[in-house]
């Protein structure tokens, strides 16, 4: 009966390792048959990935099907893991977590590639493959709930960038021909070429009355018009809450404001042309939003980078008048950025509706509140749109206050020279802080009014559950 009984384990032994080599002749694991690529890993790229990663972009790699997938598979877990990939940043140990641009991975997702990589990239039944993803435009248009925009304009003529030579700041304009007032909802600025060159472009609205001026060089700088959107590599769209709108006049044109700089091993040689798309999103016809939308950029303190120095900080702060809801935070550094906040200095309890420390007493403190941080890569100049009940509101008389660190060793890839001590610059190689900032103001009343809406909401939903 032993003999019998000992027979049978050999068998079932041997029958259980055959088994598990055709598994792994066939690429897959034993203990992850159950995770395959057209059935579960699919799904997830289509939904985060593919609208960078498929043909004619600017991704390094088509993520469709098994077969571009496969090759890269040990690749995508690394990253994902890292959450590197998709890029979206923010630190998922404090401040606000509710975006309307979230597209990270959550755990479960970044789990099940991890299986699936780990047991071997199983195909899978192409039976369970979903239908292909439907792109409507070859750009990466990102305005979410609001779709495609409704006006697209380019430079008539590409900017031809020299090969050699220094860096480039071209002011250049363009006309959306808009013959009526309308409110923006969104904008977004897209490369169309030369996108591995643009270093920024800064848009603006340029009324009729101030367009003769620019013409003739006779507008400064800071005169430009007023600000619409700013593109940095990775960039994707602004857009407002719905009751918010940003008002272009009829007739007014847009200057774009270029940092091109020339990159003489990729164009090798060779003038390149430079184009952008400008995409506008706007409100339906005779629509006026409840508030007016804006966008500020927090002016910063002194930037002093050492050699070899790996937590250097600078911090930035603006101080807001009046009651104030955030719409989004868009960190700025160049190569050398690492991490960034921002948090809000908030005026003492009592004195929260009149303003800032206006007959509270000394010996009151400012309530210190982190909003957002998130790590930084200049590959990615990510802006971080709340939603509408994470937006911050805020008090008349509150100190926004921006935190960035960088990181001036050879252990970062990115640093172009860790020997050097940086200072503030507009090239590349130089660095810059602060935070692009959308926002709109409102009255004390309607901020208590939206406080108190808040909290209802909270506690509806808390009781729900």
Wanted: proline content about 8%; glycine content about 6%.
């Amino acid at each position: 009966m032993r003999f019998i009984l000992a027979l049978l384990a050999v068998l079932a032994t041997s029958m259980l390792v055959t088994s598990n080599a055709t598994l792994v002749a066939r690429g897959q694991s034993p203990a992850a048959t159950e995770i395959t690529f057209t059935k579960h890993v699919a799904p997830i790229l289509q939904n985060r990935c593919q609208t960078c990663h498929r043909p004619d972009t600017f991704a390094p790699m088509s993520l469709i099907s098994y077969e571009q997938v496969r090759p890269w598979a040990r690749a995508i877990k690394t990253k994902v893991v890292a959450r590197q990939m998709p890029p979206f940043f923010i630190d998922k140990t404090v401040g606000v977590q509710d975006y309307q641009n979230d597209h990270s991975l959550t755990d479960a997702e970044i789990d099940t590639i991890v299986k699936w990589v780990d047991g071997g990239a199983a195909k899978g039944n192409p039976a369970d493959m979903p239908p292909p993803r439907v792109f409507r435009d070859e750009q990466q248009w990102q305005f979410g709930q609001y779709g495609e925009p409704d006006v697209v304009v380019s430079l008539p003529k590409d900017y031809m960038m020299p090969a050699t030579g220094p860096d480039k700041w071209p002011n250049l304009i363009v006309d959306p021909k808009l013959t009526e007032d309308r409110y923006l909802a969104g904008v977004q600025i897209i490369p169309t070429k030369g996108q591995p060159l643009i270093h920024h472009v800064i848009a603006n609205v340029l009324p009729p009355k101030l367009e003769e001026q620019f013409q003739q060089g006779g507008v400064a700088a800071e005169d430009r018009g007023i600000f619409l959107n700013e593109y940095a590599i990775g960039k994707g769209a602004d857009f407002f809450a719905d009751n918010a709108g940003r008002l272009i006049p009829a007739g007014s044109k847009f200057t774009l404001q270029f940092h091109i700089h020339p990159l003489y091993k990729e164009q090798k040689g060779q003038t390149t042309p430079v184009n952008v798309a400008l995409g506008l999103k706007f409100h339906p016809k005779g629509y006026k939003p409840q508030f007016e939308a804006k966008t500020i950029k927090v002016p910063y303190g002194v930037v002093d980078i050492r050699p070899g120095e790996s937590n250097a900080r600078v911090d930035g702060y603006y101080r807001l008048s009046q009651a104030t809801r955030l719409l989004s935070w868009q960190p700025h550094m160049h190569n050398r950025g690492s991490y960034a906040c921002i948090q809000a200095l908030m005026p003492p309890q009592d004195d929260r509706i009149v303003g800032f420390n206006t007959g509270a007493s000394r010996n009151e403190r400012v309530e210190i509140k982190t909003l957002s941080c998130a790590r930084f890569s200049f590959n990615w100049h990510l802006n971080y749109v709340y939603t509408d009940d994470s937006a911050p509101l805020l008090p008349a008389g509150t100190i926004l206050q921006t935190l960035q660190w960088y990181d001036n060793t050879p252990a970062n890839p990115s640093n172009p020279d860790p020997d050097a001590q940086v200072t503030r610059g507009n090239r590349t190689i130089d660095e810059m802080a602060g935070a692009w900032i959308s926002l709109h103001h409102m009255s004390d009343e309607e901020y208590a009014k939206q406080v108190n809406d808040r909290k209802q909401r909270q506690q509806t939903v808390t009781t729900s559950h």
